[in-house]
């Protein structure tokens, strides 16, 4: 929501700004604009980080569990048009209170699709990954409330 956004966002952050260089904000009037700041820092061969979330222009349901998960196609869409490599990445907390982030192998964008086919691809391959990690460490996901 946007009240989300403006006002519990900034909280939720506050422990990674630290490390981040700059922080690009979706906006949902103008998400253009986001998208040109992203798709200009990978021209520049920068690393770009995007939480998988439901809100975007273009959302795709893939299947999850026993049902659907709706996922954005910023990401995908992104890496397609760049030709960037996406990598999705999955934090965990061990039992020893310690996180561990996975990187897995690339989503690979089959460039015989079209944008919107390989991103709908892409978002079924994602959600595959992430549903091992949830059977895995469902009390650490936070995305029950959408399925």
């Known amino acids: 929501t946007r009240f989300a956004m ?7 952050t506050s422990a990674e700004r630290h490390y981040l260089k700059e922080r690009v904000v979706l906006s949902l009037d103008s998400p253009v604009a986001a998208m040109r700041v992203l798709l200009k820092r990978l021209k520049e061969n920068k690393l770009i980080s995007i939480t998988a979330l439901d809100t975007g222009l273009n959302p795709v349901a893939a299947p999850f569990m026993d049902g659907e998960i709706t996922v954005a196609t910023g990401a995908p869409d992104l890496a397609f048009s760049s030709g960037a490599t996406l990598i999705p990445m999955f934090s965990v907390q061990t039992e020893a ?3 561990v982030t ?13 944008r919107h086919q390989a991103a709908e691809a892409a978002v079924r391959d994602y959600a595959g990954r992430l549903e091992k990690y949830v059977l895995a460490h469902p009390g650490q996901w936070v995305g029950w409330i959408n399925v």
């Open 6 to 12: 403006r006002f519990l966002n900034p909280i939720r």
């Open 97 to 99: 209170g310690e996180y």
């Open 102 to 114: 996975t990187a897995e192998t690339p989503i690979i964008l089959d460039k015989s699709l079209t």
